[in-house]
């Protein structure tokens, strides 16, 4: 709650929770407590935080544009690209060189839901290459690589002999560059085309639009 309304990173918000600083209804807050920011009174430092309407935002981010929100020196962020009186913040992350669907929301329970590993939401990409994709190392990444010292799998087309649909429900950071640089491949571009069941339909780079009620409940039950 206090990430997506922009108090701090969601670390950030732990410090401010261990330090003592965050309350509910009053009392003060603990680490992995749950409040409604609709109905309860979160404070930080005394002062409450608005309630806001509840904002669902369907983006296709440009390349160029980063998503973080704590880089307070980035001269393109995508919170710039959207215009809403509520203050909304990108689901997850899209590297800067990357374009292709963000979800922007003010709603920390709908972030965590898409971005926690447990809920496995698939995000799929198009990738294009450096170099050409050999049939063995599709079905490498498809058996799984591994990153970090811990497998991961992919469900990858191959469209063409540089080019490849790829679906994860990793989140880590860079993780299909990291894919194809574990079968000795690198991705020149890089555009994601879907969230869960919603794609990129007749969205431009840089525009936007309101997902409806029944694509954020479809993406709460993925």
Do not use: C
């Amino acid at each position: 709650i206090l990430s997506a309304a922009g108090i701090a990173s969601r670390r950030k918000s732990e410090e401010l929770i261990l330090q003592g600083r965050v309350s509910v209804n009053g009392r003060i807050a603990a680490i992995g407590q749950k409040a409604d920011d609709q109905k309860d009174r979160i404070a930080v430092d005394g002062t409450e935080l608005g309630v806001q309407k509840k904002k669902y935002i369907l983006l296709y981010k440009p390349s160029g544009y980063v998503t973080t929100t704590a880089d307070r020196f980035a001269k393109k962020k995508v919170t710039d690209l959207v215009s809403v009186p509520e203050k909304v913040y990108p689901v997850g992350r899209l590297d800067a060189d990357a374009e292709g669907l963000l979800i922007l929301t003010n709603d920390g329970g709908f972030a965590n839901r898409l971005m926690h590993p447990r809920f496995e939401v698939e995000k799929t990409y198009m990738v294009k290459l450096r170099q050409k994709l050999y049939p063995e190392d599709v079905e490498q990444i498809r058996r799984g690589v591994f990153v970090e010292g811990r497998r991961v799998a992919a469900k990858i087309k191959l469209l063409q002999k540089d080019v490849a649909e790829v679906t994860v429900h990793e989140g880590r950071h860079k993780i299909v560059k990291r894919l194809f640089k574990a079968v000795g491949n690198y991705v020149h571009r890089i555009t994601r085309t879907g969230i869960g069941s919603i794609g990129i339909g007749k969205l431009k780079p840089g525009q936007w639009r309101e997902l409806s009620k029944e694509e954020v409940n479809v993406l709460l039950s993925n």
